[in-house]
């Protein structure tokens, strides 16, 4: 007898004015080697120096602006709607909602591995599929 596979192809919306007007973390469909957060700041951001030590990560600004500061907090960049931030793991970093408008980022990263050391000290991941708030994928017929 034939078993059918259901593809593991995810479609799924994830920008759209319910996101939009949200704040936090919303997680998109990925897997375990690239996945997606929807970062939302009215205020704020990640107030604290710290880096991920097993992640490489990417920030997309979709919207709003944020203020970066790298390594230590005298070197910053301003990073504005469409400016993408590449971090390497072990990069140190922290950022906060600058502009007038809301900070809005997609951040490109791994599902799992998002554990990070601030002031020398392991902290794992908050993210988790327990406590994360996730963009549903629409069902596909095939």
Same mark, same amino acid.
């Given at each position: 007898?034939?078993?059918?596979? $259901?593809?593991?192809?995810? !479609?799924?919306?994830?920008?759209? %004015?319910? #996101?939009?007007?949200?704040? =936090?973390?919303?997680?998109?469909?990925?897997?375990?080697?690239?996945?997606?957060?929807?970062?939302?700041?009215?205020?704020?951001?990640?107030?604290?120096?710290?880096?991920?030590?097993?992640?490489?990560?990417?920030?997309?600004?979709?919207?709003?602006?944020?203020?970066?500061?790298?390594? $230590?907090?005298?070197?910053? !960049?301003?990073?504005?709607?469409? %400016?993408? #931030?590449?971090?390497?793991? =072990?990069?140190?970093?922290?950022?906060?909602?600058?502009?007038?408008?809301?900070?809005?980022?997609?951040?490109?990263?791994?599902?799992?591995?998002?554990?990070?050391?601030?002031?020398?000290?392991?902290?794992?991941?908050?993210?988790?599929?327990?406590?994360?708030?996730?963009?549903?994928?629409?069902?596909?017929?095939?």
């Amino acid at each position: 007898m034939a078993t059918e596979n $259901k593809t593991a192809v995810k !479609v799924f919306t994830f920008l759209d %004015d319910d #996101i939009r007007a949200g704040t =936090g973390d919303i997680i998109l469909p990925g897997g375990e080697q690239l996945s997606g957060v929807v970062k939302r700041y009215a205020v704020g951001g990640e107030n604290r120096m710290h880096t991920h030590p097993t992640e490489d990560h990417t920030f997309y600004i979709l919207q709003g602006q944020g203020t970066f500061h790298f390594e $230590k907090d005298e070197n910053v !960049v301003v990073a504005k709607q469409y %400016d993408a #931030i590449f971090l390497p793991k =072990g990069a140190g970093y922290w950022f906060e909602s600058s502009g007038e408008e809301k900070l809005i980022i997609l951040r490109t990263g791994t599902q799992t591995g998002s554990d990070r050391i601030i002031e020398g000290r392991l902290v794992h991941s908050q993210r988790t599929p327990e406590t994360g708030v996730y963009v549903q994928p629409r069902e596909l017929p095939f």
